[in-house]
């Protein structure tokens, strides 16, 4: 998407959300976001660029935003703005340019159905052509980094399909094409920010998983989303091991250090 093009929906969408600057950049910030506040404002002012990274979890931001305050999407002058395809086609089988939801990509999937958003998403990870790619030093390059500095058995970086989950790269004992339902990196998907389970057993919502009271025996878990085309979530980067342990202010900057330069490969 053109920058200026989705900078300037994302003002409008600021607006109708009804966020104050101070507001918006705390949330921004709670989902990851490393940029100052003074940074967002210039650039929902269009007055500075900022990361295709920065720009893709402010978009989820704004989304959030617009769906606790029930609004609607601004529209970019010729669509409709509304939830309903038009023509009978849904929005999830086509890519309108004209389309302010298909324009704000992820940002509009609270407009869309689940089965929508989901196409979606598997369109932008199928447009990256990276689901069952063989292994590529770019990616195992950064995964061997993951391990050495968190010390951990594994490191991957994983791609969500529809029903499984494909290691794109993988440095230790991590069986391939797991069943999606059963990870981890298929929650963290679900988040626009990293997510940390220090100790598996002592989260309700792992202590059970197949993936921790069998092999791998999973105790430490943290991931960090890879977003594709559109800002859509089709991925991670996480660090595994067999013993829980603490995670720091430094380790969550490295990890998303880790992530940024995964994402560079994700979306040159």
Request: with cysteine; proline share 5%; glycine share 10%.
């Amino acid at each position: 998407m053109d920058e200026q093009r989705q900078q300037e929906l994302a003002s409008r969408a600021a607006s109708e959300a009804g966020l104050d600057a101070e507001e918006l950049w705390i949330r921004y910030f709670a989902l990851g976001g490393s940029l100052a506040q003074i940074e967002i404002d210039a650039y929902l002012q269009g007055l500075q660029s900022i990361p295709s990274l920065e720009r893709d979890i402010l978009s989820h931001t704004l989304r959030e935003a617009l769906e606790e305050t029930g609004r609607e999407l601004p529209d970019s002058g010729g669509g409709s703005g509304g939830a309903e395809p038009r023509n009978g086609t849904s929005r999830a089988a086509r890519a309108d340019p004209d389309d302010p939801l298909e324009l704000l990509g992820a940002a509009g999937a609270v407009f869309l159905t689940a089965e929508q958003a989901e196409a979606q998403r598997m369109r932008a990870l199928l447009e990256t052509g990276l689901l069952d790619s063989p292994p590529e030093e770019r990616f195992d390059r950064i995964t061997r980094r993951a391990r050495e500095h968190f010390g951990v058995s594994s490191s991957i970086v994983a791609l969500i399909a529809e029903h499984r989950q494909f290691l794109k790269s993988v440095i230790g004992a991590v069986g391939q094409n797991l069943e999606r339902e059963s990870t981890f990196c298929n929650q963290t998907i679900r988040s626009a920010g990293p997510m940390v389970v220090c100790d598996t057993l002592a989260d309700d919502r792992f202590k059970a998983s197949p993936l921790v009271v069998g092999e791998p025996h999973i105790r430490f878990y943290a991931g960090h989303p890879l977003l594709g085309p559109g800002g859509w979530t089709i991925g991670t980067i996480c660090v595994i091991d067999q013993n829980p342990r603490g995670f720091t202010d430094e380790d969550r900057r490295v990890l998303r250090s880790l992530a940024e330069a995964a994402q560079r490969e994700v979306t040159p």
